[in-house]
């Protein structure tokens, strides 16, 4: 690798990594028109996956990155329901508490709950988690407080959060850079865990970086980044535009943001020991299903 090419820190002496957990969290049917451009208008069942993430060197420092799909589908705006129920149809066999007790971790004892963004698959049902900081985007607060019901025609649930326990980083949070990403945050302070500014997808959308074994192994965590491991996989692939309804519709808010987001983790990508998971990756789903989901865990390089 040259001098000019990004590359990760070198782990330190004792250093605290992370153990990956992948949680149930509900299937949905993503048209995959408006996820690659070019492709057809057919529905591929993807996961909405989870995670939960054990710091090697402090029991304090377990959380949990994303809450999937929500069980009680009424309890979505209803504007969520007409614009999402057809576009992208969803079930929710086991929710993430469901998978966290499967797995032997008592949602009241979580600590943290960390949310990539605040669109209707990724929120999932907070209240099991009653002790739980919850840690979101800052540029997401805005959908928060324009959201349902105050605004009855949001899509986003303003109680998305519990409000009196939600923390929100803001663009000075990210004051560190790493690899190919140039505002990023060193979350616990010991190189373990990183969280990645990446406002494509929407406003607040963050990503996580983190180390899976003490000798330079990596996992990047890239919830809506993109919602098919070509676009980070392939540069000739390209995210979708499409009139839906007679209206242009992209699965990401700031497109041509996104498209710098996706270029920066297809050059993470490219480095050696660096793997990546998205929310909706359906081939790791099928793969990995059970195996890898708590209380196993995802093991580096299989």
């Avoid at 029991?59 to 589908?73: A, C, M, P, T, Y």
């Avoid at 990539?116 to 607060?141: N, Q």
């Avoid at 000075?172 to 969280?195: C, K, L, Q, R």
């Amino acid at each position: 690798m040259s001098e000019s090419t990004p590359s990760l820190p070198a782990p330190s002496a004792n250093q605290p990594y992370v153990h990956i957990s992948a949680l149930q969290a509900g299937i949905i049917h993503l048209p995959v028109d408006l996820i690659i451009q070019g492709e057809p208008r057919v529905y591929r069942p993807c996961p909405s996956l989870s995670f939960y993430l054990a710091h090697s060197a402090s029991e304090r420092h377990n959380f949990i990155f994303d809450l999937g799909l929500r069980k009680n589908r009424d309890s979505y705006p209803p504007a969520a329901l007409e614009h999402f129920g057809t576009l992208m149809p969803w079930e929710v066999p086991q929710s993430v508490e469901e998978s966290c007790v499967k797995g032997g971790v008592k949602p009241e004892e979580v600590e943290r709950v960390m949310l990539s963004h605040l669109h209707f698959d990724h929120i999932g049902d907070h209240t099991p988690f009653t002790k739980a900081t919850f840690v979101l985007g800052g540029r997401g607060k805005v959908w928060l407080d324009d959201g349902y019901p105050g605004n009855p025609n949001s899509r986003v649930l303003s109680e998305s959060t519990p409000m009196d326990r939600t923390v929100f980083l803001n663009p000075e949070d990210f004051n560190t850079s790493i690899g190919p990403f140039p505002h990023a945050m060193d979350f616990f302070g010991d190189g373990s865990v990183y969280v990645i500014d990446t406002p494509g997808h929407c406003p607040g959308h963050i990503n996580l970086l983190v180390r899976t074994s003490a000798d330079g192994s990596w996992m990047y965590l890239g919830g809506d980044i993109a919602h098919d491991t070509r676009l980070l996989t392939d540069p000739t692939t390209h995210i979708g535009h499409h009139a839906e309804s007679g209206t242009p519709y992209c699965m990401h808010t700031d497109a041509a943001q996104a498209e710098i987001d996706i270029g920066r983790v297809r050059e993470l990508v490219k480095m050696p020991r660096v793997e990546f998971l998205i929310a909706h990756d359906w081939e790791w789903y099928e793969r990995n299903f059970e195996r890898a989901f708590l209380p196993n865990r995802i093991v580096p390089g299989k």
